[in-house]
């Protein structure tokens, strides 16, 4: 190549066309980020040398479930959320655990981890993470025990309350409204039932009652996840998580699952009927 085609194809390289190489340097560094208005997610995995994990957002950020493609231990996503409000994603592993994180458009999501070590899976980029892991510390809650007060919690006088934890980013535990009306439908008379949301975007779960079949309970959300007063007050470890209240308030059933845990107690209160 002579000097006059160096000169055409790299004339910065020849002293001339000092605004051509300052393009060149713009679009370089913007193509080592998510172009404007983007999301981009990039992870990296040891032990998991190719695999499908899906992608979905509960409250808006993609409309449909996508997938991610793993190869050679690497996969890269992007996507352009219609507003550049934080959104929150979930990915699903392969073995059905679950990792939530938010984040909003011209975010470069950065996950690295080992995946015989799903729980240690580092995030760099997001807004803020949305643990799934059970917490830990001591919970107030207790069989036989009475259920703290709260002014969010109304129990109606001579009824059993039927009481249900759940997210949308949490993957399964909307199996919490099933429960509910599950457990309306067995007991019109005798149960009123109360669950709460830890969802952290208004458009995820309205705070008014919430309908389904007919069928009409109490919900509230606070937006706050983990930190919210009312879970922190009762201890919510994980969720889903239900609890079971007789007319005076004492805990008789509680725990995350509805036939193990709540279901016993459901029925030996309609054989005392």
Known sequence: MNNNHRSIFFPFLAGRGRGWACLFFIILLASCGPQKGRLRIRGEFENLPQADLLLYSPDGGIMSIDTLHILKGRFEYETRPEDGEPHTYVIIYPNFSTLSF????????????????LSQVKVEGA???????????????????KLPKSSIIKQKAGHYLFIGFWAEWKHGSNVVNYNTRL?????????????????????ER?????????????TYCDYQGWSGPLVSKLGI????????????????????????DISPALQKIQDKQ
Not at 127 to 145: H, M, Q, T, W
Not at 212 to 217: G, H, I, K, Q, V
Not at 237 to 260: E, V
């Open 206 to 218: 309205p705070t008014n009652d919430y309908f389904e079949d007919s069928l009409r309970w109490r």
């Open 183 to 203: 457990a309306l439908r067995q007991h019109p008379d005798s149960l009123t039932a109360f669950t709460y949301s830890l969802d952290l975007q208004p458009a």
């Open 102 to 117: 938010m984040a909003r458009s011209g975010s470069d999501i950065r996950i690295e981890g080992d995946a015989l070590s």
């Open 237 to 260: 470890r994980n969720i889903p998580y239900m609890i079971l209240l007789d007319p005076k308030g004492t805990i008789i059933a509680m725990g995350c699952d509805f036939n193990r």
């Open 127 to 145: 807004d803020s993470l949305v643990s799934d892991e059970p917490r830990r510390g001591k919970s107030p809650l207790a069989i036989g025990k």
